[in-house]
C-alpha cells in the first residue's frame, strides 16, 4: 500500500516556546485504519489537527498523496473531520444534517439523493431521514455525524475520541460499527484515542504517543506483545515492571534472583526493564517457585481473577481462572518467553 498521508521532522511550538510536538515523523498508508494513542497532553490530538489543516508547524512538511500541503487550507484538503462533539445542526432533520456539506458545494440535487440515501445505508440509520438530530440517541447522533462527514467522499477521515460521549456498551458496539464502515468503504481512518483497549480492537497500526514524541508504530499485537519501553508496555494493558540487569544473553536478573529469557544484545550487566504481563505469571506452589508472595487481595473480572501478591521486592498483578485465597503463599514462575526485556529510557 502506498503512503497517503506523511508527516516530516514536524515541531510545533507555541508562543511561549512551548513545544507540543516533537520531530514528529510518520506515514499513513493508504486504506489503513490508523490511531494515535496515549495519555492527555501527549500531542495526539494536535498531529490530527495538523493533517486536518487546523493548525500548521512550526517546521516539518504535510504530505498528502506526495504532495506538500503545508498552507493549503482545512476545506481544501481531502479530509473530513468527526469530533467528540458532533456539532449537529439542531435546526435541521437527519436527512439535512448529512446533505449539508453537498449543498454548500451545490451539488445537484439527484446527486445529493443518491448520495445522502446511500450515506443512510451505511449508518444504518433508514427511516430517519426526517427525525430532528435531538431526538437522536447518542449513538445516532454520532452515526449522522459519521455520515455527514463521509458524504463528501473524503480519501481520509479524522476521527477526534468521538466515542468518548458514549456509555461503555455502546461505545463497544461502534467500535466495531466503525471498523466495518472503514473497511466496507476501503477508506483511510486516523483516529485518536486514550482508550488502550479500544486502539487494539480497531487499528490496523497504533501510533503510541507522549509528551509529544513517538514512542512506538506497530500493529496491535506488537504494541502489545513486543513493547519498546516501560511506558508503552503500562500504557497498552497492564503489566508488572520491574528493574533488572542482563548479566549475559538470555539470562536476565531482577528480585535477587536469575531466569532465563529471549532476549539479547544488551551489554554484560546493563540495567534494564522487566515486563511480564499479568496473564504470563503462573502460580505454583510455594515450595517449588523461586518467586513467592503472599495474596493482598482477589478481585473478580468477569472472565478471570486479578490477585494482588506482595512479593517483598515487588507487588505482583496476576491474571487467572483460579483464585488463590486472600493470605495465602503462593508461587510465581513466567516462561522465558514471557520475559519481555527494554532498555531504561533516558528519563529514567
Known sequence: MENIVSLKNIILEFEDSERILKNISLDIKDKEFVTFLG??????????????????????????????????PPHKRNVNT????????????????????LRVKKVP???????????LELVNLMGFEKRTVNRLSGGQQQRVAIARALVNHPKVLLLDEPLGALDLKLRKEMQIE??????????????VTHDQEEALTMSDSIVVMKDGIIQQIGSPTDIYNEPVNAFVA??????????????KDCVV???????????????????????????????????????TGIVESVVFKGVH?????????????????KAEPVGAMIGMTFDPFDIHIMKKTEEE
Open 39 to 72: 495519555p492527555s497532553g501527549c500531542g495526539k490530538t494536535t498531529t490530527l489537527r495538523i493533517i486536518a489543516g487546523f493548525l500548521e508547524p512550526t517546521s516539518g512538511d504535510v504530505f498528502f498523496d506526495g504532495q506538500r500541503i503545508n498552507g493549503v
Open 178 to 191: 466503525l471498523r466495518r464502515i472503514q473497511q466496507e468503504l476501503e477508506l483511510t481512518f486516523v483516529y
Open 109 to 119: 440535487e439527484k446527486e445529493i439523493v443518491k448520495r445522502v440515501g446511500e450515506m
Open 82 to 101: 468527526v469530533f467528540q462533539r458532533y456539532a449537529l445542526f439542531p435546526h435541521l432533520n437527519v436527512y439535512e444534517n448529512i446533505a449539508f456539506g
Open 234 to 247: 503500562d500504557f497498552i494493558g497492564e503489566s508488572n515492571i520491574v528493574n533488572g540487569c542482563m548479566p
Open 305 to 321: 481473577y486479578e490477585m494482588i501478591v506482595d512479593g517483598v521486592d515487588h507487588k505482583w498483578v496476576i491474571h487467572s481462572t
Open 253 to 291: 536478573e531482577f528480585t535477587g534472583r536469575r531466569f532465563e529469557c529471549v532476549d539479547r544484545g544488551f551489554s554484560p550487566n546493563e540495567t534494564v526493564d522487566v515486563v511480564i504481563r499479568p496473564e504470563d505469571v503462573k502460580v505454583i506452589p510455594a515450595d517449588k517457585a523461586q518467586l
